[in-house]
């Protein structure tokens, strides 16, 4: 697939990249269907170029069309549109039960000190794989998605 792709201090590029796949029974693979620019991406290019890598996949909060569920997931299914916010949470966890999501307990980058995982968005925040791309895995999908059913 086609991704847009870190590749050091004020570069990026659209690259050719290995397509994501199911890695837990709570994932979905999620066909990129329109995405955003975002002045975050700023501080990727300055402050924290400095916890990225070479080839990391950029981008949050994307929309899409669900192609993939893994074996666990009950509340989407293939060909759902969904949207996808930056943080990645579990549901469960006692943040969550409180809507603190940014703070969920199982995605928590704890040896940064730092809140949830977040798509695309350096090594302090889980170095998850972003949406600037064709294709996006995203865990915990039960939670980080929004299907047109709902307001």
Request: include cysteine; glycine fraction near 10%.
């Amino acid at each position: 697939m086609r991704a847009v792709t870190w590749q050091g201090r004020r570069q990026v590029s659209v690259d050719t990249v290995p397509d994501p796949v199911i890695e837990q029974k709570t994932d979905a693979i999620v066909e990129i269907t329109t995405t955003n620019i975002c002045g975050s991406y700023l501080h990727l290019y300055e402050v924290l170029g400095a916890f990225m890598s070479e080839g990391d996949i950029l981008g949050h909060e994307p929309m899409g069309i669900v192609r993939e569920v893994g074996s666990e997931v009950t509340d989407v299914k293939v060909g759902d549109r969904v949207v996808i916010p930056f943080q990645i949470s579990c549901g469960s966890c006692h943040m969550c039960d409180r809507k603190l999501f940014t703070q969920c307990e199982v995605t928590q980058i704890r040896d940064e000190g730092m809140g949830a995982a977040l798509f695309g968005y350096s090594k302090l925040y889980g170095s998850v794989p972003g949406g600037q791309a064709q294709y996006l895995r995203v865990p915990h999908v039960k939670n980080t998605h929004l299907t047109s059913s709902r307001p």
